[in-house]
């Protein structure tokens, strides 16, 4: 049991290292997805402006094409007004000749509100394109920071991995599932302290004198009641592996 509360400890110690390391990098991964995302998103922005503007078009091309079928239409129906034989030819004429109009005149409108709505979604691509510009440039930064800082800590990460991993294997699945649970759960990363000035080395809560007697009796593994980490008598501790 004292060894395998001695392997739990430089256990521990190697993920405070991996930790330490982690930290270096500080927000900068979770910056690099965020901005990811958002140039996706502006991506996105712009191919929905660019297919509304291909839908306006269309839709001018077939308003443009109702205007000259009306304007046609009106010109025949002009020619046939010299040609009416009687006031109900005249009244039907006239009719066709006001409809074809507001025809036009309707069309005409639409194609004024697309080409106001075309000119609105062209400027708002501009501005999203300038946007995407500045945040491809942010991005390469970041991601330029990133990788140095990742190349400068790769050899000592991948150490400290494949020390962790050797040392897995020595832990029964029971207590190592404990380790790694509350290790995600920690604030910290501390799965495994040390007694303390009689307390928790994790939470600072007083530790009773007989749990303290069984912690430095090594004979079995005892958890912290407020925080549920492991808790080992510090003379187990290699100075050489103390976090």
Known sequence: MEERLKTLYRLQSINTEIDRITLLRGELPLEVSDMEDQIEGLKTRIRNYSGEIDDLTRRSASEKAKIEEAREKIAK?????????????????????????????????????????????KNEIAATQDKLEDHNHILADKKKELEQIISETKVDEERLNAQALALEPSIDERTLKAFKRVRQNARNGLAVVTIQRDACGGCFNRIPPQKQLEIRMHKKIIVCEYCGRIIIDPDLVDPETEA
């Open 77 to 121: 129906y002009k020619e046939q007004l010299d040609n009416v034989r009687n006031n109900r030819e005249y009244d039907l004429l006239t009719k066709e000749i006001e409809f074809q109009t507001l025809e036009i005149e309707l069309a005409e409108k639409h194609l004024n509100e697309f080409a106001r709505i075309i000119d609105t979604r």
